[in-house]
């Protein structure tokens, strides 16, 4: 199909402003609802790539079967708890009511029994096989909608003719008078009544359309037939990349700005800060330079987040800049998507990274795989924080301590990113946004809880000389290499266990020779990789950035303190860590 390039059945397009949507039942309501709030929020804070009117709708549909899945759920939810507050929010649920999800019947009246109440949502509702009243209802809602800016749901009830879909075969669950009273309900049908009744349009003319209607497109089957087809795996996975997109040059924040904010820090700017702080300083700094930046999360803004890295944000910037959201990482997420899609660079926060494992799907079905479904023309830039990885001693549980990165790493197209000190946390965080808003990628900036507040890591003093980096300094990354071949992790950790038994040299030994020998500020180049390997940059000095490409997307590293981890093994010595992923086959140089 067009929209998609071939690649999905789809609809939508960029020229009617209809983002093509996922198989994933009901995904889209959460950030149709994002885009519904985005469009308030442009009149406020205009963004350099507003695409929606500002007196602009959404239109959202779905069927009854979908209106029980999470995902809808959320987004009602989402959008009635914003109504209730006040504001903004011009959305317009329809709900195309045939009665039945694949087999499973819809209980008679349940979609009026669970949508018909809801606070903050108006309610609109027309028989879909009478087109007078499904126009009187539909254009009844969307004045109410635009007029009032607040959300509502047209309930139409139609019929389903035929199966589901091609491979499903009605009779096997239906008996067949249901099935033959269904298609005597045929809106079509009922639509020419309607106008016969009026005197608009005869029958024996509706008839001449149809048949006219089903030439014309029977003619242009074999046109169709023809188009270039996507005949190699390159041509498929052309579109996982979005397009970079130009935006205005920026000088950084302005130095004034940063002192005038309210709440701005006092102390010198040369000290040494946690990695929390600098977290903290580059959101503030990020936020100044691009107005475009929203931060969303759970306890974000009053609060300053459960572990303070957000902490006065709020302030400096305003409660529609730092929103503090509703407790639904599903319906967090869905507010960046929404708001990515009117030009916002959002920056949202999962407080753990094992609350992200129920909204996921906001990530793999809709942020992240969107430009492979539009063939480019559309995007969700967006830099997901979530804070992860083993916890602080004496405390945890599995909803704190949590390691798997494997969904994340397993997402075309999106960028991972893991800090292991402040500066290089305000530097990567920086170029994941600068990903986002030039380039329009996802990324993800997991943040290493233990590490937040620490000052002695491996010696006493080692982590406390840390200060906070310049504004212009930020970790460059190219990708060079869209498509890679995967990694096997696994195979490196079996060939470490032999190393390990053959004796090898110890860590700390192989550490002290390797890294403390060379002087510092020495600085080799990145090793070169030729196309039909994996972009992996092994940099042969201490502290610089480790980058590593793991099946499609891009996964970044930092490993200040020359400490390697494969497979949840440490090692020190970094030469021997490159030598037992190159012999493993993960890495080539």
């Given at each position: ?329 599903t319906s967090i997420l869905g507010l960046a998507i929404g708001l990515a899609h009117n030009g916002f660079v ?166 002290r020779s390797g890294a403390r020998g060379r002087a510092r500020g020495q600085r080799d180049p990145h090793t ?62």
């Open positions: 199909d067009p929209v998609s390039g071939g690649r999905h059945k789809v609809l939508g397009g960029a020229a009617l402003m209809i983002p093509p949507q996922t198989s994933t039942i009901a995904s889209h309501l959460p950030k149709a609802v994002g885009a519904a709030y985005a469009i308030g929020l442009a009149r406020r804070h205009p963004p350099e790539h507003r695409r929606l009117a500002p007196d602009g709708i959404v239109m959202a549909s779905f069927g009854d079967a979908s209106v029980n899945h999470a995902s809808a759920q959320a987004a009602f939810n989402t959008a009635g708890w914003a109504a209730w507050q006040g504001a903004p929010l011009p959305i317009l649920f329809v709900c195309e009511d045939n009665g039945i999800g694949i087999s499973v019947p819809t209980p008679p009246g349940w979609v009026a029994a669970t949508l018909g109440a809801r606070p903050g949502i108006a309610w609109h509702a027309a028989d879909g096989c009478d087109l007078y009243a499904a126009h009187a209802a539909a254009r009844a809602a969307v004045e109410a909608v635009r007029r009032d800016r607040k959300p509502a749901v047209l309930h139409l009830r139609t019929v389903r003719l035929y199966g589901h879909a091609g491979a499903d075969v009605p009779e096997t669950y239906m008996d067949r008078a249901q099935i033959a009273a269904d298609e005597g309900n045929d809106p079509l049908l009922h639509s020419v009544r309607l106008l016969r009744d009026a005197g608009a349009l005869a029958p024996e003319a509706a008839l001449e359309i149809y048949t006219e209607a089903c030439a014309r497109v029977e003619a242009l089957v074999p046109t169709v037939a023809a188009r270039p087809h996507l005949r190699t795996a390159e041509d498929v996975a052309a579109s996982l990349i979005p397009p970079a997109r130009p935006c205005r040059p920026t000088n950084g924040p302005d130095p004034a700005a940063r002192t005038a904010l309210p709440g701005a820090d006092a102390r010198d700017p040369d000290a040494p800060l946690p990695l929390a702080r600098h977290i903290t300083l580059a959101l503030a700094d990020l936020m100044l330079e691009h107005p475009e930046v929203v931060v969303m999360g759970e306890d974000v803004g009053r609060k300053g987040g459960v572990y303070g890295v957000t902490q006065k944000l709020q302030a400096r910037f305003g409660r529609d800049r730092v929103i503090d959201t509703l407790l639904d990482e959002p920056i949202p926060e999962i407080q753990f990274l094992a609350y992200l494992h129920n909204a996921e799907d906001q990530l793999r079905g809709e942020a992240a795989t969107l430009p492979f479904f539009s063939n480019g023309q559309f995007a969700n830039p967006m830099v997901v924080r979530i804070a992860g990885l083993g916890y602080q001693k004496g405390f945890g549980g599995h909803f704190h301590n949590d390691n798997s990165l494997g969904v994340l790493r397993d997402i075309p197209g999106l960028v991972l990113a893991c800090p292991s000190t402040g500066p290089d946390a305000a530097m990567m965080l920086r170029e994941c946004v600068r990903l986002a808003r030039e380039e329009q990628r996802v990324c993800v900036f997991l943040e290493p809880i233990a590490l937040y507040m620490t000052k002695d890591l491996h010696e006493a003093g080692d982590m406390r000389h840390l200060a906070y980096p310049s504004h212009r300094a930020r970790v460059s990354i190219s990708f060079a290499h869209d498509l890679v071949a995967p990694v096997d992790m696994d195979r490196a950790a079996i060939q470490l266990d032999r190393d390990l038994a053959a004796g090898q040299p110890s860590a700390r030994s192989g550490h070169a990789f030729p196309d039909a390997h994996p972009q992996v940059v092994f940099p042969h000095h201490r502290g610089k950035l480790h980058i590593g490409a793991f099946g499609i997307q891009r996964v970044m590293f930092k490993f200040g303190t020359e400490r390697f981890q494969i497979n949840g093994l440490r090692i020190r010595h970094k030469e021997r860590a490159m030598r037992i992923a190159h012999a493993s086959g993960c890495w080539r140089a």
